[in-house]
T-cell receptor, first 113, second 112 residues
C-alpha cells in the first residue's frame, strides 16, 4: 500500500498573501491532482500532472500555480489569497491511464483572514 | 462546460433498507463513472466504478447501474448499515482522459 501526505494540515494566511501547499505520494503513481472542496460542495479540479514533466490546467486554475518537482511531489501555490478561497484543498494520485481510481490525501484546510 | 449532477443532496434511510443515489452527466463521450465516499472529517476514498461497456456492476452490497441513453447512473446500497453514513460523490470522465468531473455529493444518513 501507499500513502499521500499533505502539508500543512491547516494553513492560515492574510488576504493577498502567496501561500504554498505541498503533496507527497509513495504509490509511485505518475499522475497527480489538486482539487478544491468548498463547504458542502463537490470537488473542482485546479491543476493536474499526467507525468513528471507535465502540467495541465483544470477548471479552476485562475489564481493558482502548480509545480511538479519530481514524480512523488506536487505543489500548489495560491498566488494571492482571497477571503472567498476558504476551502479544503485535496491532493490525489493515480496511475496514468484514464478510468482508474484516484487515491486522496487528507487535505489542507485554508483560512484567509 | 461538462457537468455531473447529483439529484439528492441528502438522503435518510433506516438501517437495513436500500439507498439509491442518482447522477446525470452531460458529456456523451463519458465512459468511466466512479463513486467515492467521504466519511465525516475524512478524505475521499474510492468505493466502486462502472465503465460504459457494461450497464450493471455489483460489489458486495453496492450496485451501480448505467443508462447511457439517458446519461444517468446510480449507486444502490443494499442492506444499509450505520457505517454507510457518509457523503457519496459520483464522477465521470471521458475515454482517454485522466480528468474527473465530480457531482456535488449526497449526504447519506443511516439511522438504526
Amino acid at each position: 500500500g501507499g500513502i499521500i501526505t499533505q502539508t500543512p494540515k491547516f494553513l492560515i494566511g492574510q488576504e493577498g498573501q502567496k501561500l504554498t501547499l505541498k503533496c507527497q505520494q509513495n504509490f509511485n503513481h505518475d499522475t497527480m491532482y489538486w482539487y478544491r472542496q468548498d463547504s458542502g460542495k463537490g470537488l473542482r479540479l485546479i491543476y493536474y500532472s499526467i507525468t513528471e514533466n507535465d502540467l495541465q490546467k483544470g477548471d479552476l486554475s485562475e489564481g493558482y500555480d502548480a509545480s511538479r518537482e519530481k514524480k512523488s511531489s506536487f505543489s500548489l501555490t495560491v498566488t494571492s489569497a482571497q477571503k472567498n478561497e476558504m476551502a479544503v484543498f485535496l491532493c490525489a494520485s493515480s496511475i496514468p491511464r484514464a478510468g482508474y481510481e484516484q487515491y486522496f490525501g487528507p487535505g489542507t484546510r485554508l483560512t484567509v483572514l | 462546460g461538462e457537468k455531473v449532477e447529483q439529484h439528492e443532496s441528502t438522503l435518510s434511510v433506516r438501517e437495513g433498507d436500500s439507498a439509491v443515489i442518482n447522477c446525470t452527466y452531460t458529456d456523451t463521450a463519458s465512459s468511466y463513472f466512479p463513486w467515492y465516499k467521504q466519511e465525516a472529517g475524512k478524505s475521499l476514498h474510492f468505493v466502486i466504478d462502472i465503465r460504459s461497456n457494461v450497464d450493471r456492476k455489483q460489489s458486495q452490497r453496492l450496485i451501480v447501474l448505467l443508462d447511457k441513453k439517458a446519461k444517468r447512473f446510480s449507486l444502490h446500497i443494499t442492506a444499509t448499515q450505520p457505517e454507510d453514513s457518509a457523503i457519496y460523490f459520483c464522477a465521470a470522465s471521458r475515454g482517454g482522459s485522466a480528468k474527473l468531473i465530480f457531482g456535488e455529493g449526497t449526504k447519506l444518513t443511516v439511522s438504526s
